[in-house]
């Protein structure tokens, strides 16, 4: 069984602070994939990481994927309160295993 | 267009009841389709994945089964069940960058 430990499980912080929540592995993924649920709603795709020590950008957020793609981290720049939701991430080898989340609260 | 349908979108069983939920999925032919079951708003457990009509795999044994009936249909179904079944119940499609996922069925079970 491939187990993905996202940490922290729960971050309150104000609005235009920066955080970084961590996905961590102990099994290769061929890519590893980051998304953000909202409640009552399902999953929807942020980004997918394929290469070990990729880097991608997505206007505010900046995913990482580690060098031996064990694992992987989101950084969020200025948060706002439209950042608010569960930030899943996800590692793919023969189907999907995700991680419990990250549960995001901004408040303004 | 890879967009899913979920239906119905909040369901109240008793114990013991029947179950059939459905998916339908549109765009490309022939898609992989996955159900997942995800509680108290935390991750998603992998029940099970179809790559075709009438072909499935189950991740784990438990009071649910599935059926892919058509090749953009794909159905989850019990027969009686338990508490433990209760959830958010979410169907997906594989994509070539991610997949793609429902808007889920909310199932408490009373």
């Known amino acids: 069984t491939q187990l993905l430990e996202q940490s922290p499980q729960f971050l309150s912080i104000q609005e235009g602070e920066n955080l970084t929540v961590y996905c961590n592995s102990s099994?290769?993924?061929?890519?590893l994939q980051w998304y953000r649920q909202e409640p009552g709603e399902g999953p929807v795709l942020l980004v997918t990481?394929?290469?070990?020590?990729e880097v991608k950008k997505l206007k505010r957020l900046t995913f990482q994927f580690g060098d031996a793609r064990k694992d992987s981290s989101l950084h969020i720049t200025a948060a706002q309160p439209g950042d608010t939701g569960l930030y899943l991430c996800?590692?793919?080898?023969?189907?999907?295993?995700f991680g419990k989340g990250t549960m995001l609260l901004v408040s303004p | 267009s890879q967009t899913i349908h979920q239906w119905p979108a909040t369901l109240v069983q008793p114990v013991g009841s029947p179950l059939s939920l459905e998916c339908t999925v549109e765009?490309?032919?022939?898609?992989?389709l996955y159900w997942y079951r995800q509680a108290a708003g935390r991750g998603l457990q992998l029940l099970f994945y179809?790559?075709?009509?009438?072909?499935i795999s189950s991740e784990v044994p438990q009071n649910l089964s599935a059926s892919r009936p058509q090749d953009r249909q794909f159905i989850l179904s019990s027969k009686k069940l338990l508490l433990s079944d209760s959830g958010f119940y979410l169907c997906?499609?594989?994509?070539?960058?991610?997949?793609?996922f429902g808007s889920g069925t909310r199932l408490t079970v009373v």
């Open positions: 996800a590692g793919f080898y023969s189907t999907l295993t």
């Open positions: 099994s290769v993924f061929s890519s």
């Open positions: 990481v394929v290469t070990g020590g």
């Open positions: 765009g490309t032919s022939n898609p992989n």
């Open positions: 179809s790559v075709g009509i009438g072909q």
């Open positions: 997906a499609r594989e994509s070539s960058v991610g997949y793609t």
